[in-house]
């Protein structure tokens, strides 16, 4: 049973990853993106997010040991309740997109966007 412990616990665990920090646009709320290197889709999101200039932070999940991949799967699944499918992109504390649909990826982070 996941309980408020057991995500912060998560949380904290979380801390151990070697995420990539892209700088860019600042942003109302941090975005995290969870990818696979070997997954088109998971590229083409990479690149929108590089493309539109927008700060966020990244990690492909496949190229990480697999303890720290389950520290991840743990903490989507804590967190958003839902299992990790890709990409993932974490917006703020609550919400979160998978997949990679530009229309919806664009119409979400413009508003999250300071530099409208």
Known sequence: ???KKKLQETEQSLQTIPFVQVNGKPMRE???LF???TCGFCRRALAFLHDQEYSFTYVHMDRLPRNQQDIIRAY???K???AVSFPFLCI????FLTG???SSW?????????EQ
């Open 92 to 95: 703020g504390e609550n919400d």
């Open 80 to 82: 958003y309740k839902v």
């Open 106 to 114: 664009e119409k979400e982070l413009e508003e999250l966007c300071d």
């Open 30 to 32: 941090p975005i995290t």
């Open 100 to 102: 990679f649909i530009r």
């Open 1 to 3: 049973m996941w309980g």
């Open 76 to 78: 989507v699944k804590a």
């Open 35 to 37: 990818a696979l290197s």
